[in-house]
């Protein structure tokens, strides 16, 4: 081997190494950021799935909530719970006069009187009875019980004084007060009250919305693919319309929002954040890619396929529907599965139509009001409130495992129907 044939040997070698180790570098940064992304999700977040408790033995006293005997079921939810909630906790205390009674009505959450409220309505025979109720807290008397709020700091600093942090050690004391998993997160819609928000309504609203786009990109997403790759005569108008499908993948999804504010609230006249124009909107964005995946996948197919399909005297039209496209239906789903995981965490285009209005209970059809989970994120994040900012973390978490369930079904399908060539 002659010397410059062993010089460049050990400069090629000395190459691949570097370049092995840039991609090892590489991929070690990109964990580590999603690492950290996790991790500052988790810590931030995770304390929202759980909600601070106290129990309150609660007379429900007939002569406040039912004098005349009648158990009217609207004259039972007019009644003023707070005050029964209050002397519950007076009593709960020590009774008055054992505790300061400043800021005694913001211990526990403004919502427990509708919580008391529905309990009665429930069972009115409650009426006259003594119950104990475990009743949420408000949020700052909940921030303060998972460590947010230190007594150390002057009393003017914080938004807990020291005759609330009396009151609470009195309910921990007596065994009152409790950490329990906060289902209102995922039942309740969203509230002004960080303590009863819940991305229920977002939720719904989610699958409306996704509902719709799905019924509408699917089928018209597959057939324009179907005709493009296997039908359409190769010409300037199908180069044209491929360009287009292509560039229409890359507008920003704002465009599209602009594109549904004008053409579907403006000029069809449909009702304004309604989920039925937030799923026509992501159609109209998940077209191209569901497209663009399925001819992929419709190329991956051996013409070897077709032609012994049509040598054995299936048309064309059979050839495609019984041979081809049943070969590429792992990958069709696969794109779809993608798209739609995009659809679900698009903001941009459902803030243009009106999705980010405040929702306080689940629609009941595509037609109503609604948001959807990206929205609601973005509405709790524009509150400078501690319980607004654990239950953003807490949102972005449970969108972030609805894209990961929607991804893992997704790999499921391609390698449960994958076949090689």
């Known amino acids: 081997m002659s010397p410059d044939f062993g010089r460049h040997l050990r400069k090629r070698r000395a190459a691949e190494r570097r370049f092995r180790w840039y991609g090892i570098a590489a991929i070690t940064i990109a964990l580590g950021v999603l690492a950290t992304l996790f991790f500052t999700l988790i810590r931030e977040g995770y304390t ?26 609207e004259k039972l939810s007019r009644v003023r719970y707070n005050r029964i909630v209050e002397a519950a906790l007076i009593d709960a205390v020590g009774g008055p006069g054992a505790v300061d009674p400043a800021g005694l009505d913001e211990i526990v959450s403004s919502g427990a009187q509708f919580i008391l409220r529905d309990i009665v309505l429930a069972d009115p025979g409650l009426i006259g009875q003594t119950v104990r109720v475990w009743l949420p807290t408000s949020s700052n008397v909940d921030q303060a019980n998972k460590g947010y709020v230190s007594r150390d700091l002057p009393q003017s600093q914080r938004r807990i004084t020291n005759a609330q942090f009396d009151v609470l050690d009195r309910l921990e004391a007596g065994g009152r007060m409790q950490l329990v998993f906060n289902s209102a997160l995922f039942v309740n819609a ?24 799905f019924l509408l990109a699917f089928p018209i997403g597959i057939g324009a693919a179907i005709y493009l790759e296997e039908f359409a005569r ?14 229409l993948a890359a507008v920003p999804s704002i465009v599209f ?3 549904g504010l004008a053409v579907f609230i403006q000029a069809f006249g ?30 991956a197919v051996p013409s070897s396929i077709r032609d012994a399909a049509t040598a054995l005297g299936a048309s064309k039209l059979q050839a495609t529907f019984h041979h081809v496209l049943p070969l590429a239906l792992p990958g069709i789903l696969t794109g779809s599965i993608i798209g739609m995981a995009q659809a679900l965490g698009e903001t941009a285009p459902l803030l243009m139509i009106g999705m980010n209005a405040f929702i306080t209970e689940a629609p009941g ?8 989970l990206p929205s609601q994120i973005y509405l709790w994040a524009d509150s400078s409130e501690r319980g607004f900012v654990e239950r953003t973390s807490a949102g972005i978490l449970v969108l972030l495992a609805f894209l990961l369930v929607m991804n893992g079904i997704a790999i499921y399908l391609r390698k449960r129907f994958e076949r090689r060539w």
Not at 51 to 60: N, R
Not at 234 to 247: A, F, H, Y
């Open 190 to 213: 969203d509230s002004r009250q960080p303590e009863l928000a819940g991305l229920w309504g977002a939720i719904v609203g989610s699958f409306y919305t996704l509902v719709v786009c």
């Open 234 to 247: 190769k010409g300037r108008l199908t180069d044209l319309i491929e360009v287009n499908i292509n560039n």
């Open 257 to 259: 929002g602009l594109l």
């Open 365 to 372: 059809g595509l037609t109503e009001g609604a948001t959807a």
């Open 270 to 299: 449909l009702p304004r954040s309604a989920s039925l124009v937030g799923g026509f909107v992501l159609a109209l964005m998940t077209l191209p890619t569901i497209i663009i995946a399925t001819r992929a996948s419709l190329k």
């Open 48 to 73: 929202a799935f759980v909600q601070t408790e106290i129990a309150l033995d609660v007379h429900l006293d007939a002569e406040i909530i039912d004098p005349d005997g009648v158990r009217d079921p």
